[in-house]
Structures are given as structure tokens and as C-alpha cells.
């Protein structure tokens, strides 16, 4: 099973929106610190946005002011709310977290499958 599901992906025209989420199946106890990273065509993957346990928040600098990352842990999903957005974002957007399998068990690295985003006129 798939640690990771990432669904809100698409097309979109530059300066929309989409929001991407990313949820915990259901042998995932909780979610750590997750990120969401972006591989574009030819490029390396690269880190976009951080939520620790806690809460604090990291970007990369391109995104600065136009992606906000959040966090429902009762849901065990987080969020990627991306606005204004442009050609250069279009990537398969992907889901990085500490997974924990329960209390007391250590968490481990866990990826989803990605969703992608075009964003093209």
C-alpha cells in the first residue's frame, strides 16, 4: 500500500490556482515533517515546501508569497495551497514525510506517487 496519496493536480491557466493534498493511508498512525518537492522534465527533484510536526513552515524561494503549506492533523493530510502560479511550476508534485505506524515506533521516510501540474494558456 502506498504510503502517500497526492491528488489535486491538473491543468491550470498562469496566475490560477490549485490546492494539492497529500493523505496518509491508512496504515500510516500520523504524519512528522512533511514536504512537498517538484521534479519538472529534465530537471532534479527539488524541495518546494516544509511543515514540521509543529507547524513551522520552510519554502524555496520561488515560491515564496505564492504557496502556502498546512496541516490537518486530524486528517493526517497536508496541504499545498498554490496561487498565482506560472509556467515554471509545471512538475509532478511530490509528498515527502516521517511516516509513524503507531506510538513509540520510530517514523521512516515515505513517499506518494506525485500528482502533476501544468500550467500552461
Known amino acids: 500500500q502506498v504510503p502517500l496519496v497526492e491528488s489535486g493536480g491538473g491543468l491550470v491557466q498562469p496566475g490560477g490556482s490549485l490546492r494539492l493534498s497529500c493523505t496518509a493511508s491508512?496504515?500510516?498512525?500520523?504524519?512528522?515533517?512533511t514536504a512537498w518537492y517538484r521534479q519538472a522534465p529534465e530537471k532534479q527533484r527539488e524541495l518546494v515546501a516544509l511543515?514540521?510536526?509543529?507547524?513551522?513552515?520552510n519554502y524555496a524561494d520561488s515560491v515564496k508569497g505564492r504557496f502556502t503549506i498546512s496541516r490537518d492533523n486530524a486528517k493526517n493530510t497536508v496541504y499545498l495551497q498554490m496561487n498565482s502560479l506560472k509556467p515554471e511550476d509545471t512538475a509532478a508534485y511530490f509528498c515527502?514525510?516521517?511516516?509513524?505506524?503507531?506510538?513509540?515506533?520510530?517514523?521512516?521516510?515515505?513517499w506518494g506517487r506525485g500528482t502533476r501540474v501544468t500550467v500552461s494558456s
Open positions: 511543515i514540521t510536526s509543529g507547524g513551522s513552515t
Open positions: 491508512g496504515n500510516i498512525f500520523s504524519l512528522k515533517a
Open positions: 515527502n514525510a516521517d511516516c509513524s505506524t503507531g506510538p513509540g515506533w520510530p517514523p521512516y521516510a515515505c
